[in-house]
C-alpha cells in the first residue's frame, strides 16, 4: 500500500445510502489514493422505537421480521457500493456509537461521515449524527457536505 497524500492509511466511511454518502464515498476515493477504505452501515434499530415527548425515543419490543428485512436490503445496498478491494460491515443498533465502535476495532485512522441539510426543528430535537460522531471520536473525522446546486 503506498502512502496517500492526506497520510491516512486506514479510512473508515459511515454510509447511510443518501445522495451525501454517495458524493462522500466518491471524494473518498479520490482524495485519498492508496489508503484502506472501510465501508460500514449500521441498520438503525431505534426504528423499533417510538418518539417520547422529550426528543428521545422510547423502546418497544423490536419486530424481528422488519430488523431482519433491513438488514438484508441494507447488506444488498452496501455490497453493492463497495469497489473490490474496499471492506465492508454491517452492524445494527444507534447510528453514532456503531460508527465509532467500528472505526476502533478495525484501528482506522480517520471517519468520513456525511452532513445532511435538516430543518432547525428536526436539528433541535434530533441533533445530527455527524455532530455527534465528531464530538466522540477519539481520531480526525471529516464531514462532508454536498454542495448545494445554485
Given at each position: 500500500m503506498t502512502l496517500n497524500s492526506g497520510g491516512f492509511q486506514r479510512i473508515l466511511v459511515g454510509v447511510d445510502f443518501s445522495a451525501a454518502s454517495q458524493y462522500m464515498l466518491d471524494l473518498v476515493r479520490q482524495r485519498f489514493p492508496g489508503?484502506?477504505?472501510?465501508l460500514a452501515h449500521v441498520t438503525d434499530?431505534?426504528?423499533?422505537?417510538?418518539?417520547?415527548?422529550?426528543g428521545g425515543v422510547t423502546p418497544v419490543i423490536p419486530?424481528?421480521?422488519?430488523?431482519?428485512?433491513?438488514?438484508?436490503?441494507?447488506?444488498?445496498?452496501?455490497?453493492?457500493?463497495?469497489?473490490?478491494g474496499e471492506e465492508t460491515e454491517l452492524l445494527v443498533g444507534d447510528p453514532v456509537t456503531g460508527v465509532l465502535d467500528a472505526a476502533r476495532r478495525w484501528a482506522a485512522d480517520l471517519i468520513v461521515v456525511g452532513s445532511h441539510s435538516q430543518g432547525a426543528v428536526e436539528h433541535f430535537f434530533l441533533g445530527s449524527s455527524a455532530e455527534k460522531v465528531v464530538?466522540?471520536?477519539?481520531?480526525?473525522v471529516l464531514t462532508v457536505r454536498v454542495p448545494e446546486r445554485g
Open positions: 489508503a484502506a477504505v472501510r434499530a431505534r426504528v423499533t422505537a417510538t418518539p417520547d415527548l422529550l419486530d424481528v421480521q422488519l430488523m431482519n428485512t433491513l438488514e438484508h436490503a441494507d447488506a444488498q445496498r452496501l455490497s453493492a457500493l463497495a469497489r473490490p464530538a466522540r471520536s477519539p481520531i480526525p
